[in-house]
């Protein structure tokens, strides 16, 4: 299991390897890689470099030992993922929670961002009741544990009626998750900064994408986000909810395909 060897922790991550551009995948909470599992596939077979990590505390990646697990840790760890891979820059493609680090990942590792994928999330904060209903949540989750999370979260995260395979899906990754990660990620998102003022300053092609039913993150989130970046495309994904790329995994490939394809062709150099 390739694993690399952060100053403090072990981050597990996939690898297509090869000298295509790279595009780099954080996951949503409170899944892991797994959940990239299509989209790497097609993110080869589109002609690039596919990477996934798990967050700390997720997957095979190391605990996470303090209470929060911040999206500036993602972020960090994500560019300690890239340059352990000796991959100067790469398009970095999140959903919500991951979409949360990949803000994280821009305002912090400019130099490392080529493109940004923003799937199913927002640029701003929780307010003060968010941030209470994430520790409630954090409380819980250690308390009754994953399976009741995933009983908690799989409806919200779906269209309505799901999909009985991606349901199926979707509730054992949640169940896999553990209690001590889902309450460090949930404090983590409560503490997450607004980036809502340095979106206009994120010099690269962005594609924003949302499932047209998403109800956690809704389609206006996406279409202020894209209005704010300088250089965005928005697709909205129809028969889907929160986890596009789970309900709807050709539609999204398809966008994602396109967007890379446009923007991190022949006339990319390879990292
Ligand atoms: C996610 O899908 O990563 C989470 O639902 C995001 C959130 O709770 O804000």
Redesign the pocket.
């Known amino acids: 299991m390739p694993i690399a060897e952060l100053s403090d922790a072990r981050i597990h991550y996939t690898d297509t390897g090869g000298s295509r551009p790279a595009v780099l995948f954080l996951?949503?909470?409170?899944?892991d890689q797994e959940m990239w599992a299509a989209q790497m596939v097609a993110t080869v077979g589109a002609g690039f470099r596919a990477i996934a990590m798990d967050a700390r505390g997720f997957g095979g990646s190391s605990a996470h030992g303090g209470p929060a697990l911040t999206m500036e840790t993602i972020a960090d760890d994500a560019a300690g993922v890239l340059r352990s891979l000796a991959v100067r820059s790469a398009a970095v493609c999140g959903?919500?929670?991951?979409?949360?680090a990949a803000l994280a990942f821009a305002a912090r590792h400019q130099e490392m961002l080529a493109a940004l994928v923003l799937a199913?999330?927002?640029a701003g904060a929780?307010d003060a009741e968010?941030k209470k209903k994430?520790e409630a949540f954090a409380l819980a989750a250690l308390e009754k544990g994953s399976p009741w999370v995933a009983g908690e979260?799989a409806p919200?995260?779906q269209k309505d009626p799901p999909d009985p395979a991606a349901d199926r899906a979707i509730r054992a990754l949640i169940a896999k998750a553990q209690p001590a990660a889902i309450a460090a990620?949930?404090r983590g998102?409560a503490l997450r900064a607004d980036h809502r003022a340095g979106l206009e300053f994120i010099d690269v092609p962005a594609l924003v994408l949302v499932g047209e039913a998403d109800k956690?993150?809704p389609p206006a989130e996406s279409e202020a986000m894209a209005a704010a970046l300088p250089h965005a495309t928005l697709v909205k994904i129809p028969g889907a909810a929160?986890?596009s790329n789970l309900e709807q995994p050709a539609a999204f490939d398809r966008a994602l395909a396109a967007f890379l394809k446009q923007h991190l062709g022949e006339d990319t150099p390879p990292a």
């Not at 996951?27 to 899944?31: D, E, G, M, Q, Y």
């Not at 959903?95 to 949360?100: E, R, V, W």
């Open positions: 996951h949503a909470f409170p899944l959903l919500s929670m991951g979409g949360y199913d999330t927002r929780d968010g994430r979260m919200k995260l990620a949930s998102m956690l993150t929160h986890l």
